[in-house]
Each structure stands twice: as structure tokens, then as C-alpha cells.
């Protein structure tokens, strides 16, 4: 019921945010002689707010056309590597650049779409052939498609990692932190060929027990029963995936919300402003953002409610229980790949020392091969995309991968 009444909302709000657009773009024209009244551009400015607010979003493009590289500008193009049910391996291919190492960025699977990493992506495609996990919306994938949890999920990293080969770096960003340890750890205790030269993990949620977050409060307050009784939702019967148990997009991103709600309606408050003004460009900043922020996808039942129970009630990988599959996650297994835990100083989604843990657990990896990072005055979103991100934060992670290159 909870699915059918926010497409009911949803299709309202659509309509009366093109409703606020064409007025907006009304009040704004020239030949409209109300456009010349002083209150017109802050009735116009609302109303743009509102129907940026309240527009319906799909699945944003990356959108890249060229990166530069060695101060030359080189057209990029998107390749579908490898296509699996739950998620495609995609690549930016640069036209005539060869030779310099391969990246596999792992986006989040939680509740976003991998362009949330645009800038990630962007930076690193400078000095790197990058890869990166291009999730599908669990809505989208019909039920004869099979189930999809963290296990499936460790399993497509190492055949994406296998369907690149060998010499690749990976970068997990956030919640894949976790199956991108295990992956690691499995292919390091198979002698894997195409195991990671270096896995670089930001943000990720390896020992929730440090330094808890509001994220992990609400994570461990309720029995995992709660959760499946009450987040749990079918997939209405206009999508492909009708029938699917999720746990829904648009409910992550309420919580996202209202976890930060005062700071996003400053936002709003100063988009409208620039708006008013005439600053276009700092207001387009603000729409960028929350057009990417608010893009939401689902995840199925089971990769959630796995998820909660092992990484964040459980604390199975740092309590040395995780299991993939009936077999044990050894972390003593990493004995040659090299770490490096990013965290941010102000995170408030994964607290500091929460991915600093990972490094502790490869017991027989010698400290050479570790490497931390705490990023000063970074929150969450920092971490991977803005200045810091860029100035600050890629240029280790650009040396980590050259010291450790083949």
C-alpha cells in the first residue's frame, strides 16, 4: 500500500512541478507585461524552487564527452563490459590513451545510482582506465530474474574484477566497503590472479561499533524483524520488477533527509535566493546536487536485510564471522594487496575509525602495504566528489595506486 500511495503522490507532485515551471518560465518572459512587476522574480524564483523540488527523477547519465588528459582534451565514450541482472561493468574508454593502470570504482548500492560518483569518476579518469559498477534498480529487474544480496554482490565484484584481469586497482566508496574486503580476501585466499593490486575503501562501514552514527543508531535499535515488517515493500504492478520485495529508494532518501533537514533547507533558501538575484550559476550548483541526491533506486529484500543484519547488527567481518557462501571471510588471507582506508573528519554517516578498522583485520599484511587517511573538515559526500576531494584526497590515492603498480 505504501508503494501505490507514493506513485500516487508522486504522479501529483510531477504534474504541479510542471505546473510551477511553465509559470515560473511565464513570469520571467518579456512579453508577459506582469514580468516588469517588482514581485515577479520572487514569484518566479518559487515557483522554480518548487518544481525543481518536485520533479519526478530517473536515472541520471554520466554525461561525459571528453576528460584531459596530459593537458590534451580526449573524447570519452561508454562501454558496457560485461552485463549481469543486478548490475552492468561499465568503462570510460579515452580515445588513443593506453597504459596507465585500471580502476574499478564500486559504487554504493544504497539507494542511489552510481553517477552519485560523476566527480569521482571524472577525476580519476586523468591518469587512470577506470571501470566502474553500474547498479540496476531492483524495480526494474523482473522477478524471473532471480534474487540479488550480499552474496551475489561479492560474487559479480570478482567476475568484474576476473572480466578486467590482472593488474587492477579497486575503490570502494561507501557501503561496498565491506564486499569489497571480502572479495579481496576470498581471491587473495584462492591465489587469484585478478585480485586487486590495491583496494582503496572511503567511508565504508567495516566496524560499525566505532564512533556509531545516527545511520548506525537506527540500524541497531530495532530487531531485524522490524525491518522486514515495516521497510519492506512489493514492486507496484507498472514495473518490471512487479512483485519484487525492495526496500524502497524514496525511503532511504526520507531518512537522508531528515537526518540533515535543517541543511537542506538552507540550501533551498539560498537557491532561492541566487535566484532572485540573478545567480544563476550558484543556483544551478544547488539544482546539480539535489537533482543527483534526489535520483533514487531500490534494493531487493534480501541484499537489505542481509546487510543490516551482518554489517550492522552482527558486526560479522570485524568479529571475524562473515561467511560468503557457507565459507569464512579470512582477513589474513590479504597478505600482498595494498590498503588504504579513507575516512572523513566530520562523516556523519560512517564514523571515524569505522573504515581505519579494515586495516587492523589484515593481520598478515605488512604495515608497508596500509595506508590511512582522515580528511580534515570532510563530511560524507566530500570524501569522494568536491575540491577536497579533488585537491586533497585523489592525490593519495593517485601515489597509493603508482607505488604499488605492476
Not at 95 to 119: D, E, F
Not at 129 to 136: G, Q
Not at 322 to 345: F, N, Q, Y
Amino acid at each position: 500500500m505504501l508503494y501505490n500511495a507514493y506513485e500516487f503522490q508522486r504522479s501529483l507532485m510531477s504534474a504541479a512541478s510542471t505546473w510551477a515551471d511553465l509559470h515560473g518560465q511565464w513570469l520571467r518572459n518579456p512579453l508577459n507585461p506582469l514580468s516588469y512587476n517588482n514581485m515577479a522574480p520572487i514569484m518566479a524564483s518559487g515557483l522554480d524552487v518548487f518544481a525543481h523540488a518536485s520533479a519526478s527523477r530517473g536515472k541520471p547519465a554520466f554525461g561525459f564527452a571528453e576528460v584531459e588528459v596530459n593537458g590534451k582534451k580526449v573524447p570519452v565514450t561508454e562501454e558496457i563490459i560485461l552485463r549481469k541482472p543486478f548490475g552492468q561493468l561499465k568503462r570510460f574508454r579515452r580515445r588513443g590513451v593506453t597504459g596507465q593502470p585500471k580502476l574499478l570504482i564500486v559504487a554504493p548500492m544504497s539507494g542511489h545510482y552510481a553517477t552519485l560518483l560523476r566527480g569521482t569518476v571524472e577525476r580519476m579518469m586523468v591518469d587512470h582506465d577506470v571501470y566502474i559498477t553500474d547498479w540496476r534498480d531492483a524495480k526494474m529487474v523482473p522477478v524471473d530474474q532471480g534474487r540479488f544480496d550480499l552474496d551475489d554482490y561479492i560474487d559479480y565484484l570478482i567476475e568484474f574484477l576476473e572480466k578486467i584481469g590482472p593488474g587492477a586497482h579497486m575503490l570502494a566508496v561507501c557501503q561496498p566497503s565491506v564486499p569489497a574486503f571480502a572479495a579481496t580476501a576470498l581471491m587473495s585466499a584462492d591465489g587469484n590472479s585478478c585480485r586487486p593490486l590495491t583496494l582503496t575503501m572511503m567511508g565504508g562501514p567495516i566496524d560499525t561499533r566505532e564512533a556509531p552514527t545516527a545511520v548506525n543508531t537506527v540500524a541497531t535499535q530495532r530487531p531485524l524483524s522490524w525491518f522486514e515488517n515495516n521497510v519492506i515493500h512489493t514492486v507496484p504492478t507498472f514495473y518490471p520488477g512487479s512483485g519484487r520485495k525492495v526496500y524502497p529508494g524514496f525511503l532511504q532518501l526520507s531518512g537522508f533527509m531528515a537526518m540533515n533537514l535543517g541543511n537542506h533547507l538552507v540550501s533551498h533558501w539560498s537557491m532561492f535566493k541566487h535566484l532572485v538575484d540573478g545567480d544563476d550559476d550558484s543556483a544551478d550548483a544547488t539544482k546539480a546536487f539535489y537533482a543527483e541526491y534526489r535520483a533514487v533506486c531500490d534494493l531487493t529484500e534480501e541484499f537489505y536485510l542481509q546487510t543490516i543484519d551482518a554489517v550492522f547488527q552482527r558486526h560479522a567481518l570485524p568479529r571475524g564471522e562473515l561467511m560468503h557462501r557457507g565459507r569464512l571471510i579470512d582477513p589474513a588471507a590479504i597478505t600482498d594487496v595494498g590498503l588504504l582506508a579513507i575516512e572523513g573528519e566530520r562523516d556523519d554517516i560512517s564514523g571515524l575509525g569505522q573504515t581505519k578498522a579494515a586495516l587492523a583485520l589484515a593481520t598478515a599484511l605488512p604495515d608497508d602495504r596500509k595506508q590511512y587517511l582522515m580528511a580534515a573538515k570532510v563530511g560524507h559526500y566530500g570524501i569522494f566528489n568536491g575540491r577536497r576531494w579533488r585537491e586533497q584526497i585523489a592525490p593519495v590515492l593517485d601515489r597509493w595506486i603508482g607505488q604499488h603498480a605492476k
